[in-house]
């Protein structure tokens, strides 16, 4: 399978299996430089909101933008595989569609400069099935996690947000991963990375 100096993008809202996936991906395919949220290591700005104190969530969005635009800045293909897991700029701009800031058309401003991958794949599932994954989730361990519990239309809106801009700023092919096990939808990927299966051909 030819993947040399494929850069891969997986992206999707929580629940929808992608860093099950990832995780295959990146085993079956031998990838060993893999980044989550930030495009590049370290990023000065990065801040863990469970992990600082901000009075809203207007100034965390602003550290966010920070560290897109460092991203942006910063970034350059490396001459091996890579594999993007998520990335800050298009969930900042989906997750504010959700909670309205002002921040949403930054963020969505900000994905017009956003790097072009060799694949790009935004996983999504239904409503039900990402109830059902966080039934079985030992422990729930975002903010995220309790808002599919909590509001499923903010679950609904956001989503479709991310699908939207994926496929616009990004390029990605979307799969809908509801009724299929992470196996499966590695080897989906997989088959797309190699060629096996065209575009018209995604779930």
Known sequence: MNTERKHIYIEGMD???????????AQDLNITNIQKLSLVDPNPFNVDK???????????????AK???YDLEQWSPLMTRQLQVSFTGIRSASYRVGFPDGLGP???????YSPLFDNAFLLTASFEARKKRLAL?????SDHDYLIETSPEKVIL???SMVELAT?????????TSNMTPEQI???IQNIISGFKQRDQII
């Open 50 to 64: 469970n992990k600082i104190v901000v009075p809203d969530d207007l100034l965390f969005g602003v550290y966010l």
């Open 106 to 112: 930054v963020f969505e401003e900000l994905l017009k």
């Open 158 to 160: 956001i989503d479709a």
């Open 67 to 69: 560290s897109i635009i």
């Open 168 to 176: 616009k700023e990004m390029g990605a092919m979307i799969i809908d």
């Open 186 to 188: 590695a080897l989906e």
């Open 15 to 25: 629940m929808c299996g992608k860093d099950t996936v990832a995780n295959i991906v």
């Open 137 to 141: 989730k030992r422990e729930k361990s």
